[in-house]
Structure formats: C-alpha cells, structure tokens
C-alpha cells in the first residue's frame, strides 16, 4: 500500500481494534507491526513437544466488555468465546473447601448479594459485608467519565475496609478479582480502576458480571482474522516492521520503517507503554507523554502450562484463593481436546517471576496437587512456563499521568491499554482505546 488514509502502528487489541473502526469509517489502513506475529501482549505461539498452539497469558473476557464483543463481532469472530449467562464460578480454599458462587436471576446488584448470601464458604460476617458492598454498588457507574468519589489516591484494600467487607470475603472473592482485572495486589493498586470495573460488572445487565473464555488460541480468536477482515476490504498488515513517526513541521506525515516513508492523512500508536518513547523518539511534542510513559512502573504475570495424563477438573476454571497462583483454567475441557493441559495464573507475580522454569512447574503443580486430589494421583507429563515482566502498567497511586488519545502533534493519535481510559489494562481498555483514537480520526462518536 503506497499511500494510506491511516497507519496503524501495532497489531494488539488496541490496534487491530483502531484499525477496524477505521475502516468501517471509510478509510484504507495500513497496520504495522514489530513481531513477526500478530497479537501484541495477547498472542500464542506453538509449543514444539505438544503441538499445540499455547497462549502467552491466559485471558479471560467479561459480559461487560460490550466493545471488545463489538468489535469481535465486526470481524465475525464473536462465537470464538464462550460467554455464561451469569456469574457462576467454583472455589477451592486453602483449606481444601470446594464452593460455588452462583448468582441468581435477580436485577443488579441484587444478584451478585443473592450470590454472596447463598455462599456456603461465608458466615453471616461476610454476608452481612456483602450486603454493604451491595449498596456501595448502587450508583458508581460512570463508564470511564470521572472516578468513583473516594477512589482516587487510596489502595484498594483501604477502599474495601472502608466499606466494610471482611478479611475471609476479600479472600476468596475481592482479592482474586481485583489481582486478575488489575495484575497488582489490593495492597498496591488504587482502587479507582476497580471500583471502575465493579460498577460496569454490576450495574448493567446481569450478563455483564458472566465470565467468557476464548474456545480457541488467542491469535486465532481476533488477530487472524482481523487480517483477514482488514485486507478483503482494501487494506494492509504488515509484520516485521518497525516504525517511527515521521513529521514535518507540527503535524505527523506517516510513519518511516527500515529507511522507508509511508505517508499517510493520520498515524494511530497503539504500542504498549514501555514502546512508545521508541515510536516518538525526537518528536518535541511528544516529550512529555514519552517521559511520562518510560517513568510508568511494570506488573509482571506469570503463566505455568501443565500437562497431565488425565483430566484433573471438572470444570473450565477454578479460583485458588490465597495461593501463589490464583486461578487454574482447564485449556483441553476449553479448547475441546483431550491433552489434559492446565494453565495456571499468577497476577502481580512479583514475588515468583525470577524464579526459575523447574521451580514454578514445581509450586504449581504442588498447589494443583495440594487443592484437586486428582491432580495430586495424575502423572504430570510436561511444564512450560510463560513470563510476562511487562504484562501491564502499575496502577499504584503516583504514577504518571496516562494520556488520553489525542496529543500536541497533528495527526498523530494515541491508543492501548495505557491510555487514559479510566480502566484496567484489560483487553476492553485496550479495545475502547482503539475506538476512541479512530474516532477523534475519522471525526464519528
């Protein structure tokens, strides 16, 4: 493509959903990427042993996430993820306890109360919390526009002790949550992006609160064939490629890739964070969100990947409350084949991210062992271990400000999970970011 309407730099959510909403407007877009493989921080690549296809993260998507289904929609890839109805989810405590939370067919919030309320692993304390969190959720929505008042500056943990909700709930239900959508302990996160996610869980429709799986690899489910949507519309992916933004005088022309300029009407950066001082290097306009963004903290995840000679649960996932590792996801019972391949999450995984491959494929299946007693008579076959040092940005209080998707550069426009959505880095904030930049491109709400 010798001349774009719109460069797209990056193939993650972020960009890959940009580009679509681009393309819907009209325009022709040429999407370019670093890695040889599209998908950004949510990928997968091919495990030599097994032959399967193995995420780099397991991902999971909530009913919430109303513009991630749109977009996946767009690009006919909507039926590639198992949505419930509800909130229906299995627990097992550190004390070997198995429950369920199981929300029942009331209105929001009064649904996940029902749930909590009918929780064989509460006593009436945290029942009786529960119904305090209930009406704390009445009213916070506010879709990204402001947060929440008394979120800002204060941990999430303090947030939760402020509204009463006691140290055997955070367990088992608050802290899990919080360290999957935020990927940092409530000790450490501020509690604004989460009250922000809570109130988009439950206060819309009892669907938004369901848990969605991908039934297929992660590239599989939106890169492929985001490609493919893209180019049978006259469009471009190219792979590969690094680029930088190219200006002349105070607006951005296109983009250079290997020595080569590719002009175009707008560019779109949706690279992560830690990448985008590279995209901006010796823009002056740009110093002061590439400062902002090289000064922004990491949160690490990490992923163990085990294969077993049978199947050792019976359902798609299991919480592992109180553990290193945080949630268990039966990819086989998933994708639909019969491995017997786990994926095992540990969020905020700073205290076991420099320990070594052996080491995590041991804590992991010893804490697979030590809550499923199948696990612990199945014969483990293979680990693979899968780290993400820079999985997502720090949302502790103090960090530097996130930029919205406009900047001082015309033309030039900002998207990823990193921008100011007033969300997580979770895929739904990387999507809204997309959409955002394409809007203010394309000039449509």
């Not at 296809?53 to 109303?66: P, S, T």
């Not at 983009?255 to 590279?278: K, M, N, T």
């Not at 991210?353 to 062992?369: H, P, R, S, T």
Request: hydrophobic letters at 45%; one cysteine or more; charged letters at 20%.
């Amino acid at each position: 493509m010798s001349r774009p309407d719109v460069v797209v730099i990056g193939a993650g959510f972020a960009g890959l959903a940009a580009a679509a909403r681009v393309v819907k407007g009209g325009a022709r877009v040429l999407v370019v990427e670093q890695r040889r493989r599209l998908g950004g921080r949510a990928t997968a690549f091919a495990d030599p042993a097994t032959g399967e296809q193995v995420d780099n993260g397991q991902h999971a998507l909530f009913g919430c996430y109303h513009e991630t289904f749109d977009f996946l929609r767009s690009i006919g890839a909507e039926d590639r993820v198992a949505l419930d109805e509800r909130l229906d989810l299995t627990v097992v405590g550190r004390d070997g306890d198995v429950s369920r939370l199981a929300t029942p067919a009331w209105p929001p919030p009064l649904h996940l109360v029902g749930g909590l309320l009918s929780w064989k692993a509460l006593g009436w304390a945290d029942r009786f919390a529960a119904l305090k969190m209930g009406l704390a959720l009445r009213g916070l929505s506010s879709h990204g526009a402001r947060p929440a008042a008394g979120t800002k500056a204060v941990t999430v943990h303090q947030w939760l002790i402020s509204h009463g909700q006691t140290p055997r709930l955070c367990e088992l239900l608050w802290e899990p949550l919080v360290v999957a959508a935020l990927n940092q302990s409530p000790h450490v996160a501020e509690a604004a992006p989460f009250v922000e996610v809570l109130s988009r869980m439950f206060s819309g429709s009892r669907r938004d609160a369901a848990i969605g799986l991908p039934r297929v690899p992660l590239d599989t489910l939106y890169a492929v064939p985001a490609q493919q949507w893209l180019e049978s519309r006259g469009s471009a992916v190219r792979t590969g490629a690094t680029a930088t933004v190219a200006v002349v005088g105070d607006r951005a022309v296109g983009v250079d890739v290997a020595g080569e300029r590719i002009e175009a009407g707008a560019v779109i950066s949706s690279v992560p964070w830690y990448a985008f001082p590279d995209v901006a290097r010796g823009v002056a306009s740009l110093e002061v969100i590439a400062g902002n963004a090289a000064a922004m903290d990491a949160s690490p995840i990490v992923t163990v990947n085990l294969w077993y000679d049978r199947p050792v649960t019976d359902t798609a996932f299991v919480g592992l409350p109180g553990r290193r590792f945080q949630w268990a996801f039966d990819k086989a019972r998933i994708f639909g084949s019969p491995s017997g391949h786990l994926s095992l999450v540990s969020s905020g995984a700073d205290d076991v991210v420099a320990m070594d491959n052996d080491e995590l494929i041991a804590l992991a299946g010893g804490e697979m062992a030590a809550a499923l007693p199948v696990a612990k008579a199945a014969t483990l076959r293979r680990g693979v271990v899968v780290r993400e040092r820079r999985a997502t940005f720090s949302l502790a209080p103090g960090q530097p400000q996130r930029p919205g998707p406009g900047t001082p550069l015309r033309d030039f426009y900002l998207a990823g999970d990193w921008t100011d959505t007033g969300l997580p880095a979770t895929i739904e904030g990387a999507v809204v970011s997309g959409h955002r930049a394409a809007a203010l491109v394309t000039r449509n709400p």
